[in-house]
């Protein structure tokens, strides 16, 4: 098919390089070509299309605005020539998937979920990137990207919704012991990040709280923040998602909950998903595993542990009767009005006789004191007895002496 229309192509890679970097020389350094080189082709190009692309100044390289407008279609351009070129060279679906998560969810919920996938999906290879806000699949080299929807997504992008957005003040089970009401987090210092500016604000709005804050701190990234509130440092706006596991270690708290911010994220794909095998396994896993990040399902989902019958043996634990009480009585026998309990001597368990109500009790004899002996700690007799006859010529002997 003739390309009559079509610009010369050779003079289009220099033409996209000064557009970005406004410079010849630095389009030439990136190019490995000459500075003469470059500029006969800029040249070369604005006498094909009989239009001047830039605004040369004794400094720069100023492009006009229909520069920079094809400068754009042309960059599009070539990064899909590019994905192209990958794809064939490594066969199809060889190669892993790109896959571009923005950072917090990424570190916090994604990668400590890695070794499940690894062992549901072993041939499911995954090359893992960080980012946010509008994705350019061919530029940036990406098969697929989860973001949230905070941005206009273009027309003609897969988009698969995989779970709602929930919002909450997260802190430290010690520091959220005086926040029994909104009203407290006056006397807080409230955590801020730069790549959500209105997570308070937008946290104020849906519940109706005005907080006037004691102090602010804002870090530059989300995971800044929440790793802030981990430590003590403050309360932090936490989306369930990214503190679910904090929550479940009892690292955080929430004292106020979790409300939906009307927001979602979802999976963004330059084509549809049934023509990439990998895409429609990793969806499959995706929306089985964040099917529970909401409050809601996560304590739907917790078990309860059934309360238990009460029986006499339990009784004294509901009263919680010190143990050794419980265990007397338990070894202790029932005994009726009247009797008295059995006595254990050296011949077994005999009953004693019936005392008459008037009558004293008499101790009975005592075994007499001749041949009871003392014991020492190594068994020594103690007794003291007189010396015999016999002792002087024992010593004798024991001495050497006749």
């Keep these: 098919m003739p390309r009559s229309d079509l610009p010369p192509l050779n003079s289009l890679l220099p033409f996209e390089a000064v557009v970005r970097h406004g410079s010849v020389t630095r389009a030439a350094r990136e190019l490995h070509l000459t500075h003469g080189a470059v500029s006969r082709q800029i040249q070369h190009l604005e006498r094909a299309l009989g239009t001047r692309l830039f605004e040369r100044t004794a400094r720069a390289m100023v492009p006009t ?134 997570a308070w604000p937008e946290w104020l709005r849906l519940t109706g709280a005005a907080v006037e804050a004691a102090g602010e701190q804002t870090f530059e990234h989300f995971y800044l923040s929440l790793q802030a509130a981990v430590a003590g440092l403050g309360v932090a706006i936490g989306p369930y998602a990214l503190v679910q596991d904090d929550l479940a270690r009892g690292q955080l708290v929430a004292p106020f909950g979790f409300v939906a911010d009307g927001t979602c994220y979802q999976l963004l794909t330059a084509r549809p998903l049934g023509h990439d095998a990998r895409l429609v396994r990793l969806v499959e896993w995706l929306r089985t595993h964040t099917a529970r990040l909401t409050p809601a399902a996560e304590a739907q989902a917790a078990p309860r542990m059934p309360l238990p019958v009460q029986t006499p043996a339990l009784a004294h634990v509901l009263r919680a009767e010190p143990p050794s009480r419980q265990i007397a009585q338990r070894a202790r026998p029932r005994v009726p009005s009247g009797a008295r309990q059995p006595l254990v001597g050296d011949e077994g368990t005999r009953q004693a006789p019936a005392r008459h109500p008037g009558a004293r009790q008499v101790a009975g004899p005592r075994p007499p004191a001749r041949g009871r002996r003392r014991l020492g700690p190594v068994g020594a007799d103690l007794r003291r007895r007189r010396p015999g006859p016999g002792d002087a010529a024992r010593r004798g002997r024991l001495c050497g002496v006749p």
């Design 65 to 198: 605005a229909a520069a920079v407008r094809l400068a754009d279609v042309v960059r599009d351009a070539f990064d899909q020539i590019g994905a192209a070129a990958r794809q064939v060279a490594r066969g199809g679906e060889a190669g892993p998937l790109a896959l571009s998560y923005e950072p917090t969810l990424l570190m916090r919920w994604l990668i400590p979920r890695l070794p499940g996938l690894a062992g549901l999906e072993p041939s499911l290879a995954l090359h893992l990137s960080a980012g946010g806000g509008p994705v350019s699949f061919a530029r940036d080299g990406v098969d697929a990207a989860i973001r949230r929807e905070d941005f206009a997504v273009p027309e003609g992008v897969g988009r698969t919704p995989l779970f709602d957005e929930y919002i909450g003040p997260v802190c430290r089970p010690g520091l959220a012991a005086g926040l029994t009401d909104p009203a407290r987090l006056s006397g807080v210092t409230l955590l801020h990040t730069r790549t959500r500016p209105g």
